[in-house]
């Protein structure tokens, strides 16, 4: 079972989504996002938005972080939070948390971020929508799940 993330890792992981957010690339939807996943010895990989003119090749900040941890070797993961430029915590969408189910357990601590978080060097000028910060675990996003686990059971016809 996961440990619940101190508060010094939320500022942290907080302060390095905020950071990673200046590297998304999003001039078609002008939605920047940011994220920070914390390892389990405590290195911070940063991810970013990118979009690309056909759509279908964007990439989000989730996966993109993910992506560049996984292609390093680092596989496993304590805590993430998500940014964007707006007062409303926003959620990764479908496919990214899919994606992130692939390398984080059920109990896997998420924080969705506000814009207006004192901790954005750059906070937008609306105040923020409920919650500064929303903390819900990765098997609260995806309930009913299908993981790495389900394709190790026992099928028929092999």
């Known amino acids: 079972m996961s440990a619940p993330l101190t508060s010094e890792q939320e500022q942290l992981l907080i302060t390095y989504a905020f950071e990673a957010i200046k590297g998304s690339y999003s001039p078609y939807s002008k939605f920047r996002v940011g994220a ?4 389990p010895d405590g290195k911070i990989i940063r991810g970013a938005n990118i979009e690309n003119a056909s759509y279908g090749g964007t990439i989000c900040a989730e996966r993109t972080a993910l992506v ?12 993430l939070a998500v940014v964007s430029d707006v007062p409303t915590p926003i959620s990764p969408c479908g496919i990214c948390r ?8 059920l109990d896997c ?13 750059n906070p937008c000028k609306e105040p923020a929508q409920g919650e500064l910060v929303t903390r819900i675990t990765l098997g609260e996003l ?17």
Do not use: D, W, Y
């Open 142 to 158: 995806l309930p009913l799940s299908f993981g790495p686990e389900h394709l190790a059971m026992p099928r028929e016809g092999q």
């Open 36 to 39: 920070a996943l914390l390892t």
């Open 68 to 79: 560049k941890a996984a292609s390093e070797g680092i596989r496993e993961f304590v805590g």
């Open 109 to 121: 601590p998420v924080l969705l971020v506000s814009a207006a978080h004192p901790l954005n060097p």
């Open 98 to 105: 899919q994606f992130i189910r692939e390398f984080c357990r």
